[in-house]
């Protein structure tokens, strides 16, 4: 079975792995921000990427569940605009959790659909990701059946041993009215392993500061900032569709739109006995406008 | 005698006047509520140059810095059809995109800014 710590020997491979991606980047457009999406972290909302664009996104989670160590879990996010109507994205999960190690927990294939061309009071999207990610995965990009803190204290040497291949599908409901954004997302989702189906859900409101834009290039401007909450858990599964057994969260979220990307933090509230006290979350986004565009400019395709 | 591809040619005809008619009455899909509407910031002096830092950050990348487009697939902005348009015509299309076309909707700007970005569509029309 593939083991997925990160030994000393794979160390170098993974610096440089590191270096030439970053390098990479440097290479690829100006990065540029887009003020577009919301600074949810579980939340999603309508908005899809640009036809074209290419936004690089990390989400750092961190936590200590009770009795257990600290941990902090960072999921790298690869997001494209195929068309105007279809986003996909590529997630590369990790987790370092204190005394313990740093492991690498997987990956999420996902894809957004927006079925219907035209704005509506309220606006689906289809969403269907498949993953492939270790039991030590600490990200809660979602929160979906008996979902727990007693799942995120387990040590990772015995987490880790377990691989899950998972399906999950998304139907994302989403509002702007009056320069707020008001999202729903019911969450479903199936363990390849014959698992039950389980369940959760995600609620977001989010509005920037100030809606008339100054017409002068500034950082700390009050149209630069957005601020809402957005609130999640678990619904269990198949067999016992319930609120309790489960965890839930509430978390006042902050945007703040720079210059080069988009920075996001959040606090999120554990609500009851299952839940973390506490998870901090830290976002950064980044955009490469028309990466197709240039890839064909200078790769040398007609 | 009648060629044999006069019928093709009326066809073909037919078709480029029926897409050039569609294309040049795409404002008649605006509701007319919509289409009479009147940009509420026009008069501020501050709108044009907001909505060009709108449009700085995030149309052009895509229509260019001169609003001429790319000459292929992202159209020009300074043209006889944004000129024929009423500012609830651009600002209902701002909202609503073309997402089958690529044009992302941009409901997710505030109202306030696609105002802004209307008048500045409106300054460089000249």
Sequence with gaps: MARSTLHPGSKTTCLLSVFFFFGFLSALPTPSLHGQEKPYFVTYSHDLEEPGN??????TALGQPPGSHRYGALASELEYGVTGWWTSELYLDGQATGQESTLFTGFRLENRFRPLMREHWINPVFYVEFESITGADKNMLEVVGHDGQGDLAEPNADTRQEHEHEAELKL????????????????????????????????????????????????????????????????GDVASLTLGDTS??????????????????????????????????????????????????????? | MIPRNFGLLCLAI?????????????????????????????????????????YKEHCEQC????????????????????????????????????????????????????????????????
């Excluded at chain 1, 500034?218 to 957005?226: P, Q, R, V």
């Design chain 1, 54 to 59: 290419l936004e690089i996104e990390s989400k």
């Design chain 1, 172 to 235: 994302i409901l989403s509002s702007n009215l009056k320069a707020w954004n008001i999202s729903e997302n019911f969450i479903a989702e199936k363990n390849l392993g014959h698992e039950p189906w389980e369940f959760g859900y995600a609620l977001g409101a989010a509005r920037p500061l100030r809606t008339l834009s100054s017409g002068k290039p500034c950082t700390f401007c009050l149209e630069k900032f957005t601020a809402g909450a957005e609130m999640y858990g678990g619904l």
């Design chain 1, 248 to 302: 839930h969260y509430v978390a006042p979220i902050v945007g703040w739109q720079l210059p080069k990307g988009r920075l996001s933090f959040s606090t999120g509230f554990g609500l009851n006995g299952n839940s973390l006290d506490r998870v901090y979350r830290i976002g950064w986004a980044s955009e490469l406008p028309q990466i197709g565009t240039w890839f064909r400019h200078n790769g040398g395709t007609r």
């Design chain 2, 14 to 54: 037919a078709s480029t006047l029926l897409f050039c008619a569609a294309a040049s009455f795409r404002w008649d899909r605006v509701p007319a509520k919509e289409h009479a509407r009147t940009n509420p910031l026009a008069s501020r002096p501050e709108s044009v140059p907001a909505g060009a830092l709108i």
């Design chain 2, 63 to 126: 229509h260019k810095t001169d609003a001429m487009g790319d000459g292929n697939k992202k159209p020009a902005l300074r043209t006889d059809r944004i000129k024929s348009a009423t500012d609830g015509d651009l600002e209902w299309f701002l909202r609503q995109g073309d997402l089958s076309h690529g044009m992302p909707s941009w409901s997710s700007l505030p109202q306030a800014q696609r105002w802004q970005l209307v008048a500045y569509l409106r300054s460089i029309q000249q």
